[in-house]
């Protein structure tokens, strides 16, 4: 989970199901080949920052300058770097068809190019093994936020077109070394967000942004053009490590590679003419503006109206280079807004101004601008109803979703509104499968709670809680972790608040 819900630092609730007995859909109302599963990344979930030769990311840097808000980092987090055995047997106790994980860069390759670090190879090896071993489909993100501080350090990261080389040679080492075992590959988690979180509005390391944008005192940076220069070496990053896989991987491993974005269901506030363009323009810049290059070749005609000459121009060999580069489309998803026209404004643009519109978390909210909304309610509708834009306007690709998941600030066990969320998705999910989308996955994030980016340690989303107040990190299985597991049984079960948790279940703590 990452950006928006970040940046707006959302209190999500939903209208559950409530005491509904029958879901009225079982796991086989799906077809074989599409996986249920859950998610992990590398800096929220490995902790042992410094161990066995792992180089800090840039998230180590942002962290270490207290530049979250509860003052925490990823120091340790749910120290899955030493008990990833017992949360792999966990995933096939709780029955997941597949999970994902991140491959912290600078643990594989500590100086960001070059020698790859035998004990950060063997942590890798090992991990995927193990779920190899409990016949759990692999799906890898092969960077989850956290580049090496090293090349930020060097050439600023992803604001230089140097990172196109680098990343094509950490992603040629993940293909060589894994692809015999990995056969579904992310290149980048949340590029669009990401983005903007890091270079427009600072939220995210490296966490630069320019006055008066920014969520903090800005002090480097330059939130006009830095997002839209990062885009643009993103989006070449990905298209030479897809070109590679493809060209000399993919005939013999068999697998396929995409990109991640965050994605929101976008509503028109009302039916005029301009709240429906403004509506569309605002797909076309945050699905657009990853998807249209890779897609079609070049950035929507949208982004280039309104952003001018800030948005950096694609010669023809690149445009070339990067279109038809996705064999699938992997997805964040949490909640919908809703969109209406605003004058575009006259002096300096950000990303959000740019967009020229006003977003608001429901109907009667006040728009979100730069400020913070108390509150989104999550809207399963939307997830189908964006799924099936994406496969109309990008070319009928398979989408995963990738991450969808609920925040609680309490810890509960007894998450039942987290079920009833799970409950509503999947349902939604189904849906847009059965009006013909070519949607293939559904991964709940997260598997257990982590250092969250947005908010640290003050929410959780695991299916599993972890006591972080216990130096042993001891993993508890939630009410969703059953109610999914069941599930994954292809068993429609209740689970009562009488018989629930019990301590006799199956996924007790280790
Ligand atoms: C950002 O870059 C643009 C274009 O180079 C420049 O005009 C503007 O002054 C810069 N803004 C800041 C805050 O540095
Ligand atoms: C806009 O039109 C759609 C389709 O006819 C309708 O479902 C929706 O309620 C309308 N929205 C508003 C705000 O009137
Ligand atoms: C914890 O929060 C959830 C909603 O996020 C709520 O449904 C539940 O009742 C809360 N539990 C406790 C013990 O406060």
């Not at 990401?194 to 966490?207: K, M």
């Not at 809680?465 to 969703?480: I, N």
């Amino acid at each position: 989970m990452a950006a928006a819900i970040a940046a707006f630092s959302l209190l999500l609730f939903l209208s559950v199901q409530g005491a509904s007995p029958v879901l009225g859909f079982t796991r086989s109302d799906f077809p074989e080949d599409f996986v249920f599963g859950s998610a992990t990344s590398a800096y929220q979930y490995e902790g042992a920052v410094a161990e066995d030769g792992r180089s800090p990311s840039i998230w180590d840097t942002f962290t270490h300058a207290g530049r979250m808000r509860d003052k925490s980092n990823g120091d340790v987090a749910a120290d899955g770097y030493h008990k990833y055995k017992d949360d792999v047997k966990l995933v096939a106790d709780t029955n997941l068809e597949a999970y994902r994980f991140s491959i912290s860069w600078s643990r594989l390759i500590p100086k960001g190019r070059g020698d790859v670090n035998p004990q950060g190879l063997e942590y890798y090896n090992n991990l995927i093994d193990e779920l190899v071993r409990h016949g759990v489909q692999v799906h890898v993100m092969m960077c989850h936020l956290d580049l090496p501080q090293v090349l930020e350090d060097e050439y600023s990261g992803w604001l230089s077109p140097r990172i196109v080389e680098d990343f094509t040679a950490y992603a040629d080492v993940c293909f060589r070394e894994f692809g015999d075992r990995v056969s579904y590959w992310t290149t980048l988690d949340e590029a669009n967000v990401a983005t903007v979180a890091s270079y427009d509005n600072g939220q995210f390391a490296p966490g630069r942004c320019s006055d008066p944008f920014g969520v903090t005192k800005c002090t480097v940076g330059n939130s006009s053009v830095e997002p839209y220069i990062a885009q643009h070496n993103t989006l070449l990053a990905h298209a030479s490590a897809a070109r590679l896989y493809r060209g000399k991987y993919q005939a013999m491993q068999k697998g396929v590679i995409g990109i991640n974005i965050f994605t929101m269901w976008s509503y028109p506030l009302t039916n005029s003419t301009a709240d429906l363009k403004a509506s569309q323009r605002f797909r076309d810049f945050y699905f657009g503006w990853v998807l249209e290059p890779l897609v079609f070749g070049d950035y929507p005609q949208a982004m280039k109206k309104n952003v001018g000459s800030r948005l950096p121009p694609f010669t023809k060999i690149q445009s070339e280079a990067i279109r038809d580069t996705l064999d699938f489309i992997g997805i964040n998803y949490y909640y919908s807004l809703y969109v209406n026209d605003h004058p575009l404004e006259k002096g300096i643009h950000d990303f959000a101004l740019d967009i020229s519109v006003e977003c608001r978390g429901s109907r009667i909210d006040p728009p979100i601008g730069q400020g913070r909304p108390t509150s989104i309610p999550a809207d399963p509708e939307g997830l189908q109803l964006l799924v099936e834009y994406l496969n109309e306007a990008y070319g009928n690709l398979p989408i995963y979703i990738q991450e969808t998941g609920y925040e609680t600030k309490n810890g509960s066990l007894h998450d039942t509104d987290r079920v009833g969320y799970m409950k509503n998705h999947i349902r939604s999910t189904l849906t847009a499968l059965r009006n013909g989308a070519n949607v293939k996955g559904y991964f709940a994030w997260s598997f257990t709670d982590m250092f969250e980016f947005g908010s640290g340690f003050r929410s959780q989303y695991g299916l599993y809680r972890v006591d972080f107040e216990d130096e042993a990190l001891p993993r508890q299985a939630r009410l969703s972790a059953r109610w999914y597991s069941e599930f994954l049984k292809n068993k429609e079960i209740q689970i009562s608040e009488e018989n629930e948790l019990d301590g006799a279940g199956s996924h007790a703590q280790q």
